[in-house]
């Protein structure tokens, strides 16, 4: 059980909005930047959001992040069949245990 | 264009040792912290460890602390992960990943990853 909490999954219709949470505590997100990735279906994850809410070269602005507290967003509008994936968000963790944590995923259907 | 290709993956028994290595291209190498990140399979992905540019710096994670060692040799823009005593549970596909810069853990390019398979 990941100490980042991530919804199992999520779906929305194409053209649609979704959004995907992330919890965690103040020892991790609460103090620490968080990104999210992307990974779809047999291939290597990418990274989409970084420093809690910005974009590599590349990544389209259907794609924005946000942080409140402990807890985390991802959203996605404009959804495609192409953005049918796995998400990850990641931080780093300050406590005992310091280290990088990545939620247990969330599997997002364009319905 | 930054490319990392990892190798050194496949079959290893129970108490058995590997050494990955990742093949680092198109960027400054020794400028940036490096991460080793694995995926068991259908689950979810799991931090493994990091190194920074001057290998000044390493971390793992608790639960691979004592039977993996990460390195690197700037030289030859290459990335290791020594892992002993494999377990069962060890098996994952190990990706090689560049951090946003050296002063970060977040991996912004990763490679395709090498499947590593502990079993007897």
């Known amino acids: 059980q990941s100490v980042l909490t991530q919804p199992p999954s999520v779906s929305a219709a194409p053209g649609q909005k979704v959004t995907i949470s992330c919890s965690g505590s103040?020892?991790?997100?609460?103090?620490?930047?968080v990104s999210w990735y992307q990974q779809l279906p047999g291939t290597a994850p990418k990274l989409l959001i970084y420093d809690n809410n910005k974009r590599p070269s590349g990544i389209p602005d259907r794609f924005s992040g946000s942080k409140s507290g402990t807890s985390a967003t991802l959203g996605i509008t404009g959804l495609q069949t192409g953005d049918e994936a796995d998400y990850y968000c990641?931080?780093?963790?300050?406590?005992?245990?310091?280290?990088?944590?990545f939620g247990g995923g969330t599997k997002l259907t364009v319905l | 264009e930054v490319q990392l290709v990892e190798s050194g993956g496949g079959l290893v028994k129970p108490g058995g040792s590997l050494r990955l290595s990742c093949a680092a291209s198109?960027?400054?190498?020794?400028?940036?912290?490096m991460n080793w990140v694995r995926q068991a399979p259908g689950k979810g992905l799991q931090w493994v460890s990091s190194i920074d540019s001057t290998s000044s710096y390493m971390y793992y994670a608790d639960s691979l602390r004592g039977r993996v060692t990460i390195s690197r040799d700037n030289a030859k823009t290459s990335l290791y992960l020594q892992m002993n005593s494999l377990r069962a549970e060890d098996t994952a596909v190990y990706y090689c990943?560049?951090?946003?810069?050296?002063?970060?853990?977040?991996?912004?390019?990763w490679g395709q990853g090498t499947l590593v398979t502990v079993s007897s």
């Open positions: 990641g931080t780093w963790d300050s406590s005992l245990s310091a280290g990088v944590l």
């Open positions: 990943a560049r951090a946003l810069h050296d002063s970060s853990v977040t991996s912004d390019y």
């Open positions: 198109g960027f400054s190498f020794s400028s940036y912290t």
């Open positions: 103040s020892s991790n997100i609460g103090n620490n930047y």
